[in-house]
């Protein structure tokens, strides 16, 4: 069971990019599934998740109105749209499977990708 995270590069301040991640089973369209970041010298944190037939995602604040989840059963992908991007959005973006059919900040995630890095210059 592998997560594939891919998308990740150089960017300018309000730019945008587009993250993907690849499941290796189709056993993830019915799980929740998350991305995550980790920035140098902090500790991971969450940044949106989405439920398995996608009626439910959640961000975290500071992403609000940025950022967009979503995902694509039929191809086993999730996606991450990241719109208006920010020197404070430069991280580690990893993608996680949770392990029920919703993907809370605080919930349990069993799967992880390896990580995708995201580079914004102000």
């Known amino acids: 069971v592998q997560l594939q995270a891919s998308g990740g590069g150089s960017v300018q301040a309000g730019g945008s990019l587009r993250l993907s991640c690849a499941a290796s089973r189709r056993t993830f369209s019915n799980n929740g599934m998350g991305w995550f970041r980790q920035a140098p010298g902090k500790e991971r944190e969450f940044v949106a998740g989405i439920s398995w037939n996608g009626a439910s995602t959640n961000y975290k604040d500071s992403v609000k109105g940025r950022f967009l989840i979503s995902r694509d059963n039929a191809r086993n992908m999730v996606y991450l749209q990241m719109n208006s991007l920010k020197s404070e959005d430069t991280a580690v973006y990893y993608c996680?499977?949770?392990?029920?059919?919703?993907?809370?900040?605080?919930?349990?995630?069993?799967?992880w990708g390896q990580g995708t890095l995201v580079t914004v210059s102000s």
């Open positions: 996680a499977a949770a392990i029920g059919a919703v993907a809370p900040q605080n919930g349990i995630y069993k799967y």
